[in-house]
């Protein structure tokens, strides 16, 4: 039963989270704020409960609504497979992730009464993002294509600067945009193996309300916009010099774009694809918080 609940929490993909939480920490520590190692510690925490809800909540409605059974699983699509194989643990991972929602929003209300109304908006849409996103959002192809990048890239990455620095900085709006695109691309590649199904339970994800021809240039315009934007920064000292490691994993994602292309909705059967994916998606924030570090 517990070995179940695990799998659903999908553990391999929060080190995502560690990464948009650390590119946060990165560059509050840039503009010389001093960090203080509780509230820190609660922003993890936070960023991580919100996390393990939302894979919780969704392989729960995934399962719920029968979409569990029509999938094929891969190691990044189609769901952990968990709860077919379990049945009876369905209410403790629906109860884990209305719990760990719980924890989220308890950390979100002490930084309010303690640094004021600033991290209200961040903190209202990442909820309204958890809430809907299995149920609503999967139905609105272009919603469903920006919100994973909106609530890990955007919200997680200026929500962890806010609450260490209390300052809206230009620097962390403009760095977060890279793993903002680099995460609208990992979930939009993953959904190709999972089309058939989705749309069988009424889902309307960006591959299929747009097909995999007009998916692949997406994919290709925020590949291209990210690594532009990264040597845009450095060439215009935005970022330091050393910026340019954050280009390294570029040949990932190109691998994976590349793939993309050549296998469209059958890239499941092509895992090392979605792992290079996955792989540039993780690596490059946290190379470039590195950089933002060192430099």
């Known amino acids: ?38 509230v820190f510690f609660l922003i993890f925490i936070g960023a991580i409960s919100a996390h393990i809800s939302v894979n919780t909540l969704n392989e729960y409605h995934d399962f719920k609504s029968g979409l569990d059974f029509k ?9 952990s497979g968990a709860l077919p194989n379990n049945p009876k643990a369905a209410k403790l991972v629906l109860l884990l992730g209305l ?3 719980f924890i ?17 908006p961040i903190g209202l849409v990442g909820l309204v993002i958890i809430v809907t996103y299995t149920q609503w959002l999967n139905r609105l192809p272009r919603l469903c294509l920006i919100s994973p990048g909106l609530g890990f890239g955007l919200l997680m990455v200026i929500g962890t600067h806010i609450v260490l620095t209390l300052d809206y ?9 890279i793993p903002f695109f680099l995460i609208n691309n990992l979930l939009l590649l993953n959904q190709y193996p999972d089309m058939q199904a989705d749309a069988s339970v ?43 490691i954050a280009l390294l994993p570029m040949p990932l994602s190109i691998f994976a774009w590349r793939g993309a292309i050549r296998h469209k909705e059958n890239i499941g059967k092509y895992p ?11 690596v490059t924030p946290f190379l ?3 950089a933002i570090l060192i430099g």
Not at 16 to 21: D, E, R
Not at 104 to 120: E, S
Not at 207 to 231: D, H
């Open 169 to 177: 900085s230009l620097l962390v709006w403009l760095v977060s945009l």
């Open 99 to 101: 719990l760990t929602l």
């Open 202 to 244: 009424g889902r309307n994800t960006f591959p299929l309300a747009f097909g995999i021809k007009r998916s692949n240039q997406v994919y290709g315009l925020f590949m291209l916009l990210t690594y532009l934007l990264i040597l845009l920064y450095v060439f215009t000292g935005i970022l330091p010099t050393i910026g340019y």
């Open 288 to 290: 470039l918080g590195l």
């Open 71 to 79: 999938t094929i699983k891969t190691p990044f699509s189609g769901g």
């Open 1 to 38: 039963m517990i070995n179940t609940v695990l799998k659903t929490m999908r553990p391999s993909f929060l080190v995502l989270t560690l990464a948009c939480v650390f590119l946060g920490l990165s560059t509050s520590i840039a503009t010389g704020a001093s960090i203080d190692k509780i």
């Open 272 to 282: 090392p694809h979605l792992a290079a994916n996955v792989a540039a998606t993780i």
């Open 104 to 120: 989220t929003i308890a950390i979100g209300i002490y930084f309010i009464n303690t640094i004021g109304m600033t991290i209200l």
